[in-house]
């Protein structure tokens, strides 16, 4: 627990049943619910369906997904390459499913992401400013 988290549950403490106290308290949780949504999970537990996420792979953070590459039945997880204007896929090959070819698993020895974390909430509309020259 940080000193942050520990000074707020002792001030909340302090002030006991108090509206200050149960306002410390409730700011002590919710610092609490942040911090555990933004660890990272290894990778057993990442999302199959698509939905992009943040994943650690050889000591770099990668936006990538799980899904087909090339072929219906070869699935790994992959970075999406949009510098070239054409929807490019770069395989990271898989951790717990391995990477697949015609929907048999493609022998030898293969590392892979080993972490995942949700992607942050994009900025709102009114954050979303462009930095002009």
């Not at 999406?80 to 896929?89: D, I, N, Q, S």
């Not at 770069?90 to 929907?103: K, N, Q, S």
Request: aromatic content about 6%.
């Amino acid at each position: 627990m940080s000193d942050v988290l520990l000074a707020v549950k002792g001030a909340a403490d302090a002030y006991g049943t108090t509206a200050t106290g149960d306002l410390l308290r409730e700011a002590a949780a919710e610092i609490t619910r942040l911090r555990k949504e933004r660890e990272w999970r290894t990778m057993d537990s990442a999302p199959r369906d698509g939905t992009p996420v943040l994943v650690w792979f050889r000591n770099r953070c990668h936006v990538a997904e799980y899904g087909p590459v090339l072929h219906p039945d070869n699935k790994c997880w992959f970075v999406r390459e949009p510098a070239t204007g054409v929807e490019e896929k770069a395989c990271l090959v898989a951790v717990i499913d391995p990477p697949t070819m015609g929907g048999n698993p493609i022998p030898g020895t293969f590392s892979g992401p080993s972490h995942w974390q949700p992607l942050p909430a994009p900025p709102s509309s009114q954050d979303d400013r462009t930095v002009r020259p």
